[in-house]
């Protein structure tokens, strides 16, 4: 596969390391609780999205900025990107969300530590209430993503990564109350594999990734349909392309030479 031979597809998957690790470790340590008293909700979701914000316009143009297994396999679906690709970001991206979250316990006192910031329910939500707000939370993400970075948009204004920083704190803003809004398998994965708790993680994982496929099916086929036949999109997830190819990929879902400033 030539993707294999890419050193530009090593950049990106090293790239979606570097830019989840760093995700994780600003946006758990805004969680973390320093001090007593009402949980500072908004500071939180504002650090994840101004996080969100900034690591997708730095690391956009090399990898696509997905930081987020999710919206991964969003594109997955898709057909913007090989499945070949996706298994390396969502490597890339677990392991990169376990280092930042190591380095986040490693320089934090241990009376501040607590459960490092590990997603759970909150009372009175049900398995299935918690797996229903991931699924809206991380399907108007990538309705936002795939809406605000599409090449085939005419006369697009502002940031890409700014309106997807605001999608991600809109998302903390209500899903902290639910479920600690997860919206991003990789940030949940870390801290319970740091404090070696799995109860329930499984809707971390579920719900996110039906909210990003039902995202992708929303915009990719019913607001504003690719016209792309079957053959092209199997080409697509084989990853058959060409190696001329590599430099004429779609925005987000692989790397280019990103048409606005957002991304």
């Known amino acids: 596969m030539w993707e294999f031979r890419s050193m530009m597809f090593w950049r990106a998957v090293f790239a979606e390391f570097f830019g ?15 001090t007593s008293g009402p949980y500072h909700v908004f500071h939180t979701a504002l650090c994840f999205g101004f996080a969100a914000a900034t690591l ?11 930081i987020n297994p999710a919206v991964t396999f969003a594109y997955l679906v898709g057909s913007q990107m090989s499945l070949f690709r ?16 190591a380095v986040l316990y490693g320089v934090t006192p241990n009376n501040m530590r607590g459960n490092m910031a590990l997603n759970t329910l909150q009372p009175g939500i049900s398995l299935g209430m918690a797996t229903t707000v991931e699924v809206f939370l991380t399907m108007q993400l990538v309705v936002c993503i795939f809406s605000v970075t599409d090449d085939r948009r005419n006369g697009r204004m502002g940031s890409a990564a700014l309106a997807i920083g605001f999608s991600v704190t809109m998302g903390h803003l209500m899903g902290m109350y639910y479920t600690g809004a997860g919206m991003n398998p990789a940030r949940s994965f870390a801290p319970a594999v740091l404090m070696r708790n799995f109860i329930n993680h499984w809707v ?15 915009y990719d086929f019913m ?24 430099n004429q990929q779609d925005t987000r879902g692989e790397p280019i030479e990103l048409k606005t400033q957002a991304l």
Do not use: D, N
Not at 20 to 34: H, K, Q, S
Not at 56 to 66: A, N
Not at 204 to 218: D, E
């Open 56 to 66: 997708i316009q730095s690391i956009g143009h090399i990898s696509g900025g997905h």
């Open 223 to 246: 607001l504003f349909p690719r016209m792309r036949g079957l053959s092209e999109r199997l080409a697509t997830l084989k990853g058959s392309r060409p190696p001329e190819a590599e």
């Open 204 to 218: 971390y994982w579920v719900g996110p990734m039906i909210g990003g496929a039902m995202g992708a099916i929303l």
């Open 20 to 34: 989840t690790m760093f995700f994780v470790f600003f946006g758990m340590g805004a969680a973390l609780r320093w």
């Open 86 to 101: 996706a298994v390396f970001y969502w490597c890339a991206q677990c392991l990169g969300a376990m280092a930042g979250a």
